[in-house]
């Protein structure tokens, strides 16, 4: 029998706030159950930045809040988001190397475009898997390159069209990824595909806050990172869960949120004490998000709560199985895994409920206290009935 691994990977991590690791004190344990732990890091670790950004730049968050991944036993962290370049190099650096320092491999961010585009790669029970992770968000600024530390990175263009001869209609919206950037990316998949077993390639990706709808180029980019050989794509950024659905019986997570948002009081983005009100408080997208008040120095909206765990099992021939572990983020701001009870359902329920709001087919399954949507031919069961279902009505 071929030896098997589970991959655990988990969203955006935000970890400002003082003793940082006690918001992981819920999911620890389940975290540490996976063979191997991912995690996205959102913002820069330092304590010698200088704000870089020009949107909402994020503050610098102490370095010494990563030991927590450490505690919960993950082995890679991705870094490529619209925060990686916030804090200018320094930010980059620090991040990177104390990451290192605490045995954690990190792809997607460096002080170089090459660097930042090197994957992060590990062997374990005979398996070999590779990580890559692109920031699809921009700005501009955050980007690495030949002479810059950053973001790697794939250029995402949006035109807007007047569908009709009446001047200052609602345009309709066009986005695409520019063809050597994507090129480039898919490059990097198949340069890694010949070295490893599995190659995951995770995107910071979407738009804010929405769920029920994907821009035009997220399924495009998805897609073109499965045919150049990647067996799972993970997406974030979004700030809430988006759907699921399986590309050439692999598994695409267009966005699994954040999985803990910890805020020292002054750097949230709500706080009225903010020595930065540049961040955030005047985003034109969080001015559209009501923050649930029943969490704990919380900026984000109820629906915002719902997270998950993506769980990919693999093998030396690919993809076993896929789905989730349901969470659900507490009154303490706290991820708290949740097994087929009342709140694991709920979660479900609204995963699969945003999965068929985007136009997305998956089948959900329990499996113990986990929820697969494919499994591969041949084992216990067939891959999800929804996927052949879309293949049938031709939206794959």
Known sequence: ??????????????????????????????????????????????SRGAYCGVEYPAPAAPPENLR?????????????????????????????SELRRLGILTTGAGMTL????????????????????????????????????GAAWVNVLSHYELEMASPGSQPTEYTFVEQRSLEGMQDDVEALARQVDIVSVSFHKGMGFVHAELAQYERALSRAAIDAGAHVVIGHHAHILRGVEIYKDRPVFHGINHFVAAYEPRSNPRSEE???????????????VTPDATVQNWPYSTDSRHTMIARVTVDSE????????????????????????????????????ITADAGLDAT????????????????ASELAAGRTQGEASGRR
């Not at 505690?71 to 990177?96: I, Y």
Request: with cysteine.
């Open 1 to 46: 029998m071929m030896p098997e691994l589970t991959i655990g990977y988990v969203g955006d991590l935000i970890l400002g706030a003082p003793d940082a690791g006690r918001y992981l004190d819920l999911a620890r344990e389940a975290l540490r159950r996976y063979d191997v732990a991912v995690a996205h890091v959102e913002w820069p670790h330092t």
């Open 68 to 96: 927590a991944l450490a505690e919960c036993g993950f082995g890679v962290v991705t870094l490529a988001s619209n925060h990686t370049f916030d804090q200018g190099p320094a930010g980059v650096e620090d991040t990177v």
């Open 114 to 149: 090459d660097e930042a585009r090197r994957p992060a790669t590990l062997a374990r029970d005979g398996l070999r898997l590779g990580f890559l992770s692109y920031n699809a968000v921009g700005p501009r600024e955050s980007w690495a390159t030949p002479v810059k530390a």
């Open 274 to 288: 903010t020595d930065r009100p540049s961040f955030g408080s005047r985003s034109p997208v969080l001015r559209q």
């Open 318 to 353: 690919g993809v076993v199985s896929a789905g989730f572990q349901p969470a659900y983020i507490d009154a303490q701001a706290r991820p708290q895994p949740a097994a087929n009870d009342e709140l694991g359902q709920e979660v479900t329920s609204y995963v699969r409920r």
């Open 364 to 379: 959900f399954e329990w499996e113990s206290d986990w929820v697969r949507f494919l499994v591969r031919k041949g084992n």
